[in-house]
């Protein structure tokens, strides 16, 4: 018998060696100094006022009324003073003018009192519906309202003339105005409010005599010149 003898199993190849992977170091992180911090709050407070900025609604300008409204009654009162000035060659016509009327005070009073009261009794006439009484007596009641009222007032000089008697001084400080009342009524009543939807420059021409007489009333301030 032949005996057989186990092969030596073959002899591995060399092999080559691996190639080295080199891992790259990674950066340490710069430490941030001062330039970098200051840089970052310096952009978030930019963007904070660009942020307020865009929240704020724009307010558009407006002109002021009170400037506009003091234009518009000074140039109408310094032409109706000019007017005047140019008519009388005085320029101080004005307040004369209002210097006489404040003597007329009781009496100007008592106008007033009698278109206000001929206004009330032909408004109260209708309030308690007294026109509508059938025939004459409804026409009738509305005119004999207003006379009656307007007899009346008439009749009311003596009154105020004592009344101002027994409020000296202050009746003789304030007869100016007691003056100009009735007749800036007038003029608002008869000319301003009725050219109150009109364009700016007929409603400026249409204030010049109510300006005008409030300030000749301004002007002559003392009281009544004797």
């Known amino acids: 018998m ?14 080559e060696p691996a190639e080295e992977v080199k891992i790259p170091a990674q950066a340490k992180p710069k430490k941030k100094g001062k330039g970098t911090k200051a840089a970052r709050s310096k952009k978030k407070k930019a963007k904070l006022a660009k942020n307020k900025a865009k929240a704020a609604p724009e307010v558009p300008l407006r002109e ?29 016509a004005g307040a004369d003018y209002m210097a006489r009327m404040s003597i007329s005070v009781p009496e100007l009073a008592a106008a007033g009192l009698t278109f206000g009261a001929a206004v009330a009794g032909w ?25 009656a009222a307007a007899m009346w007032g008439q009749g009311t000089a003596p009154l105020v003339r004592d009344a101002m ?9 304030l007869a100016p105005l007691l003056a100009v009342g009735p007749l800036a009524a007038a003029f608002w ?38």
């Open 165 to 173: 008697h027994v409020a000296e001084p202050w009746s003789t400080t």
């Open 2 to 15: 032949k005996l057989t003898l186990p092969s030596r199993p073959a002899a591995a190849e060399p092999t």
């Open 123 to 147: 408004k109260g006439a209708g309030l308690i519906h007294l026109h509508r009484l059938p025939g004459v007596a409804g026409l009738a009641t509305r005119p004999v309202a207003a006379v």
């Open 64 to 92: 002021d009324p009170r400037i506009r409204w003091a234009a518009f009654n000074g140039t109408a009162a310094g032409a109706g003073h000019l007017a005047i000035w140019s008519l009388t060659g005085d320029p101080m």
């Open 189 to 226: 009543w008869g000319l301003d409010r009725r050219a109150a939807k009109t364009r700016a420059g007929f409603r400026w021409f249409v204030r010049i005599p109510l300006a005008t007489t409030v300030l000749s009333a301004l002007l002559y301030a003392p009281g009544v010149v004797q």
